[in-house]
């Protein structure tokens, strides 16, 4: 069993930043491949960055590249998501996931923390 706990949500003007973070318990973490997806309202959970269990390889969907930057410390078995240039319609709950393989879909991961919000004003 593995838990994952976000934070670091919180509300945000337009074209700014925020940090989001993710701390895993359980087994072991080191070797999982993590990602962070959203969720909008009304819409399905979507992927938003993945990376490898080393660090060494990441992922970006579109909208986030550029702009958004995923890290992990397997030392400190945590994950973050820096987000920077916010925009409104990215309005929405922010999800931390583990797996054992990379996937492009939620129904790829196995493990997933509550998630946090993230609102973004106008």
């Known amino acids: 069993q593995v838990l994952l706990v976000e934070s670091g949500g919180g509300l945000v003007q337009a074209g700014g930043t925020l940090r989001l973070s993710c701390a895993a318990s359980?087994?072991?973490?080191?070797?999982?491949?993590m990602a962070w997806f959203r969720q909008l309202p009304g819409a399905e959970r979507e992927l938003v960055a993945q990376?490898?269990?080393?660090?060494?390889?990441?992922y970006y969907s579109d909208f986030a590249k550029g702009r958004f930057t995923i890290s992990r410390e397997n030392a400190k078995s945590s994950v973050y998501l820096q987000m920077n240039s916010l925009k409104p319609e990215e309005t929405a709950v922010y999800y931390c996931a583990s797996g054992r393989a990379a996937s492009r879909e939620a129904y790829g991961m196995n493990y997933w923390g509550e998630g946090t919000l993230v609102a973004v004003s106008g």
């Open positions: 990376i490898s269990w080393s660090g060494a390889t990441t």
């Open positions: 359980g087994r072991s973490f080191s070797r999982d491949i």
